[in-house]
């Protein structure tokens, strides 16, 4: 299967850019092998990659396109450095910590290279603004944190015929792919519809080793850098399982679903709201939510009501910081846990920041308990607000 | 007969760690059934209440989307290895 990428590889030796004396000498040994030599390094040059998300697959996807020297790398993130990030985000250092991500990046990237234009577009990617930045690159690096935005990257990859390099991650685990050419599947094809919100732990609440994300990112700027030059196989037509505990990375056949939506009948000719798509925020008939402030709770606590007091995170976290007097119930098996409750108390219920609670709450008001809060915020607020002493993760 | 099924670190929480199981079976549908006597919390992890795959949870029979090869259906044969690969979205 042939990479598909017109925008680039269509262009004829006249019309790439020549390269300079300093960047043939930057690039000699990229030079010397002939899969690449000058014409594929003037193609590198004139690529034009957007990489969505400046983080843990951005940052050793943008460090390694840019010393290969690709042209012109976009980068979009509307983020902050946080000292959370550094165990994995190796575009920004200790020093770089309350920064913009995007301030941070251009800084490293043209101390790798000077020879690359760095375009920041500091945004949160969006239905209103996806086409029209995808439209302006030649291929997009999902680098992305959220199944919302997976879903946007790839309709609008699909939309402006533009190639996703893919790449995923959770704990150990990752997964790679190229999606979206003419002939391949794209990432509906695989993943018709996302988990249900808060079923599928994210990176900061379930965790993920800080070398997983240098891995997988490296292998997207690979095929990134493989579609630009039109050679070897691309992973396009199959997902690369990459199993960082039992050292074994192996691909998996994936095939164009002529049903998708997307790619297949094409009968999504727009962009939607992913938000909704991914259950976030939807606003729905079931009953509100029940909310109780940290300081609230804090009161009730200390006049000794008599409260059920529940913690639905992973063990590790609970590990990590904890509120004395509640009980530990994972949200992965809260709903086995559901009869053992004692419905004739008040309960509230609790997590990091407050979303995995949500769902508990709901849970307990499915199965018809109405005397249910979720603490506002999380432990992350308790931390703020009441205990300093609890540590913030 | 022996199938191999390997759990993203995602799952293998919920079979005491195990990341590759042995189970027997005659199609991919027995040997989940095979897993999931061994490890209850799995089963609605894998299938939904009516048994039927969900859209965010794949499986692949050696390197096959079984939904390509016959469902939960597709026989199985010694030594197949049966992957498990739900979305993840981390970054």
Known sequence: MSATLAPVTAQGGDALPELTRDELVRYSRHLLLPEVGVEGQRKLKAARVLLVGAGGLGSPAALYLAAAGVGTLGIVDFDRVDVTNLHRQLLHGTHDVGRTKLASAIDRLRAVNPHVVVEPHELRLSAANALDLVGQYDLVVDGTDNFQTRYLVNDACVLTGRPNVYGSIFRFDGQVSVFCTADGPCYRCVYREPPPAGLVPTCSEGGVLGILPGIVGILQATEAIKLILGIGEPLIGRLNLVDSLGARQRSVKIRRDPTCPACGTRELQSLIDYDAFCGIGTPTAEAPVLEITPRELAERLDRRDDLLLLDVREPHEHAIARIPGARLIPLGTFAEAIDALDRGRDIVIHCRSGVRSANAVRQLQAAGVTRVWNLAGGILRWADDVDPTVARY | ?91
């Open chain 2, 1 to 91: 007969m022996s199938i191999t099924i390997h759990l993203p670190s995602v799952l293998a929480a919920h079979a005491g760690g195990t990341r590759a199981i042995e189970t027997g079976g005659a199609t991919v549908g027995t040997a989940l059934d095979q897993l999931v006597s061994r490890y209850p919390q799995l089963g609605p992890r894998l299938r939904d209440a009516h048994g039927a795959p969900y859209p965010f949870v794949t499986i692949y029979l050696n390197d096959e989307d079984v939904r390509l090869v016959g469902g939960f259906e597709a026989a199985v044969r010694d030594g197949d290895e049966v992957t498990i690969v739900p979305a993840v979205a981390g970054g």
